[in-house]
């Protein structure tokens, strides 16, 4: 499976950006996909989770009620739509999703997406 992430860029604080990834490749099940973030100097965090069959999403706290995950099932794509953006988002964000082959497993990672916010 390969992610390709899209829709990172400059922003001013306050304004908004939305990330989006796209998944292909041959003959797979995505079980979970999820967002995830780098700061130069730091570990990569999750930021938001989405899984299959419904249930609610999973937030980082220090995004909850400014970012909201999304799924485009029949493309293979999901969202990440970012509200009220703060320089301390700043970050290179990656795409993951998990899933499965017809008799193994995959754990696939983006090449990243920087999103910068400015003060």
């Known amino acids: 499976v390969q992610l390709v992430e899209s829709g990172g860029g400059l922003v001013q604080a306050g304004e908004s950006l939305k990330l989006s990834c796209v998944a292909s490749?041959?003959?797979?099940?995505?079980?979970?996909m999820g967002w995830y973030r780098q700061a130069p100097g730091k570990q990569r965090e999750l930021v938001a989770l989405i899984t299959n069959g419904g249930g609610n999403p999973n937030y980082a706290d220090s995004v909850k009620g400014r970012f909201t995950i999304s799924r485009d099932y029949a493309k293979n794509a999901m969202y990440l739509q970012m509200n009220s953006l703060k320089p301390e988002d700043t970050a290179m964000y990656y795409c993951n999703a998990k899933g499965d082959y017809e008799f193994s497993r995959f754990d696939a990672w983006g090449q990243g997406t920087q999103v910068t916010v400015s003060s």
């Open positions: 490749g041959m003959a797979f099940t995505i079980n979970r």
